[in-house]
């Protein structure tokens, strides 16, 4: 998810069960809840798909979730101590307290990371796998709203049960597009074959952009990917417009040269619907090979993840 979303789950976390345990319980949790995003310098450091490759990756998995609390604690308690020689006053923070939210805060990350699309690797380093969750777009207005309600409603003095009720809908609120996504996802698949699409092995089932009640749909086969739309207001709920993205030779010679490329073998490291077509051919025999992944149109919102173009000498 975004560093808003994240930031917020943290804040509401604090507001309803850690505040009461420890000064600091608010800026632990906030910290936490973003700590595994240290990989965002890669940003700086890598080519745009080197990026790609490495974030949500070492920093998501076991061993730095094990690890990231105790950096954060660390940090906390450093910042208890020279806020307490400037106010002596000020009750110190507790350290086992501050530990325990920061375990909270951290592996609160990866669980709203995993709800979407962009894909997680929870095993990094032990497995470079992903999982994909396919619930809530990566930026959800809807979301913010029920988090900030809750926020607000601490800050205006709001009775603690009232202020957790409604912590607890918006907390339940991604479990929720959990479920309908998963349903949506069987819904899709048999729309599929009723379409007359063969060999269906799994639907990808995205949230709309500002409307959870609708989802972007890729039919998976074996040849390639099929796009549709899933509705739940509508009839048909799901319509699948004929636009099929071919998977492509992969055992062509100047695809498997394309393959080398340091770019390349970023970009498939992330790419979860992969494809590749030959976009041209020069008269000295040279190939432009097109690389992308069926999640992101090429030229679409996304940018640069739908995709890249290199070129290769004649084979």
Do not use: C
């Not at 998501?60 to 307490?84: C, E, K, M, Q």
């Not at 607890?168 to 599929?192: C, H, N, S, W």
């Amino acid at each position: 998810m975004d560093p808003i979303t994240h930031t917020m789950v943290g804040a509401v976390l604090a507001r309803t069960v850690g505040d009461r345990r420890t000064p600091l319980a608010g800026a632990t949790l906030m910290l936490a809840a973003n700590a595994p995003d240290i990989d965002i310098y890669s940003a700086w450091t890598e080519t745009s798909f080197g990026s790609i490759a490495f974030r949500r990756g070492w920093t998501h998995g076991p061993i730095a979730l094990a690890l990231l609390p105790f950096a954060v604690t660390l940090l906390v308690l450093g910042y208890d101590r020279l806020r307490r020689q400037r106010s002596p006053e000020r009750a110190a923070a507790d350290p086992r307290w501050v530990l325990a939210l920061a375990t909270l805060g951290v592996i609160s990350h990866p669980a709203l990371d995993w709800l979407n699309t962009y894909g997680i690797r929870l095993l990094m380093p032990l497995s470079p796998r992903w999982f994909y969750g396919d619930a809530v777009f990566i930026i959800d207005p809807y979301w913010w709203a029920l988090l900030a309600i809750t926020l607000v409603l601490a800050r205006r003095g709001a009775s603690a049960l009232v202020v957790r009720r409604v912590a607890l809908v918006a907390l339940a609120y991604p479990l929720t597009m959990v479920v309908v996504g998963k349903f949506g996802e069987r819904i899709a698949a048999d729309a599929a074959r009723e379409a007359g699409i063969a060999g269906v092995r799994e639907v990808m089932y995205q949230p709309a952009m500002g409307n959870p009640l609708a989802a972007q749909l890729v039919a998976v086969t074996d040849a390639g990917y099929h796009y549709g739309r899933l509705a739940w207001w509508a009839s048909p709920r799901v319509r699948y417009d004929g636009t099929v993205i071919a998977r492509g030779d992969w055992t062509d010679p100047r695809v498997q040269a394309a393959m080398r490329d340091p770019e390349v073998r970023d970009y498939l490291v992330w790419s979860r619907f992969p494809w590749v077509q030959i976009e041209a051919t020069a008269a000295d025999g040279s190939a432009a090979v097109g690389f992308g992944d069926a999640r992101f149109p090429r030229g679409g919102l996304a940018g640069g993840l739908g995709g890249l173009s290199v070129t290769v000498p004649p084979q």
